[in-house]
């Protein structure tokens, strides 16, 4: 029933190849992971991916600010700038969900009736953002095109975000990529709103 044919071929697959298909977004893949897999790590992956942005965010802001000044040196060995950088990757992943859910109630209310719906989008959101963790390779190999490999992993993500919201609801197309879009404004909105306060971003 919900990987649409009489059997899923991915059951007898060996799980290497079940990940490959998953990272080239097909949507039987990602059917099967949702539906026919019991993966408990969604929490923990979405805790190791904002760290992984926290920590790109960090890494940039040290680099944007290098300074001598004994204080400085006190303040970074207690690291609260990550912290920071972890509650803003945080608020902002929180936003983008939140504008993704609302979209989804809004256009198609009957889609998530019940608290189990929500909470298996929610998990097939968290686990179809797994390309973050790209982010930690980018920065370690970091050469002249790391800006460019970030935008392709962020565009990647989009991507995953989109298949898994297509795959959960049985959606065609344009209503996840519609969700996806309003779930940015409202990221872009939290980054607007912590650089009005004067914050690093």
């Known amino acids: 029933k919900s990987c649409q044919k009489p059997v899923d071929k991915y059951i007898e697959y060996d799980p290497v190849i079940i990940l490959i298909n998953a990272i080239l977004c097909k949507a039987q893949a990602y059917r099967h992971i949702i ?9 923990k992956l979405y805790i190791f991916c904002l760290l992984c942005e926290a920590y790109l965010r960090w890494l940039q802001l040290q680099d944007s600010s290098q300074n001598t000044d004994p204080d400085d040196l006190i303040r970074y060995a207690k690291e609260w700038d990550f912290y920071r950088m972890f509650g803003i990757a945080s608020l902002e992943q929180t936003s983008f969900l939140l504008g993704i859910f609302i979209t989804l109630w809004w256009t198609r209310p009957e889609m998530l009736k019940t608290k189990s719906d929500f909470i298996l989008l929610l998990k097939a959101l968290l686990l179809s953002s797994y390309g973050k963790l ?4 980018a920065v370690i190999w970091e050469h002249d095109y790391t800006p460019l490999c970030l935008a392709f992993i962020k565009v990647f993500v989009l991507i995953s975000n989109s298949q898994a919201i297509r795959v959960t609801l049985n959606l065609n197309r344009l209503l996840p990529w519609l969700a996806i ?5 409202f990221e872009n ?11 690093d971003v």
């Open 181 to 185: 879009f309003i779930g940015l404004i």
């Open 35 to 43: 539906f026919n897999t019991k993966i408990n790590i969604h929490g």
């Open 189 to 199: 909105g939290v980054v607007c709103l912590f650089q009005k306060m004067g914050w």
């Open 134 to 137: 790209l982010l930690i390779p």
